[in-house]
């Protein structure tokens, strides 16, 4: 078996559609989400960098004088306005990933302080990035629609007949350069999240794969 997941497996909690969850889908969904939010806290909090997104919310917020986890919100929200003319549909998932994402990453920023010795702020990082993939991978499996910026990615895809991964690394580098233009922190830790999340996040479905049960 391989170490890694090429796929996105159909487990035991998998919703049969985007807005009929059934009860095991509730505990994978919100502890996906909440690890995702503690995951991009702690990169903030390791003074490296975050991850692009992050970095943008950084930056808007620096000029919105409100919390990294409103801005976070406000700008998955506006995302979400972009898939109206995309007809990219929503799920119950992808309100979730707005809400708790964004309140667990402001939880975090708030909670834990700044890392200050950098046998901390790598360990910040490490986790950070092993807790986003882990998060990603119990929140994809439970089926209930992408998140904002997901479903942006994969409506661009459709619409433009382009590579997903193209469409991935063109808004990545954009919003990344927008974030550092208007003050947001970019650095190791950006390129370790991008280097590292694809990996994190293969190897997280696999274990879950294998824990859980694959249904397909």
Known sequence: MPVVSHHIPSVRWSAPGPWRPHPLTWIPLVTGLSLFGLGEGLLVESRLGASPWTVFAEGVSRHLHV????????????????WWPL??????????????????????????PPARSWTLRTLFVVAGVGVIGLGSALYLTCRLGPGPRDGLMTSLHRRWSMSVVYVRLGLEVTVLTLGVLLGGVAGVATAVFAGGIGFALGLSLRLVERWSGHRS
């Open 67 to 82: 919390d990294l986890g409103i801005t976070t919100a406000l700008i998955s929200g506006v995302v979400l306005l972009a």
């Open 87 to 112: 007809r990219e549909r929503p799920g119950l998932g992808t309100v979730a990933n707005l809400v708790i994402i964004a309140s667990v990453l402001q939880l975090t920023v708030a909670l834990i």
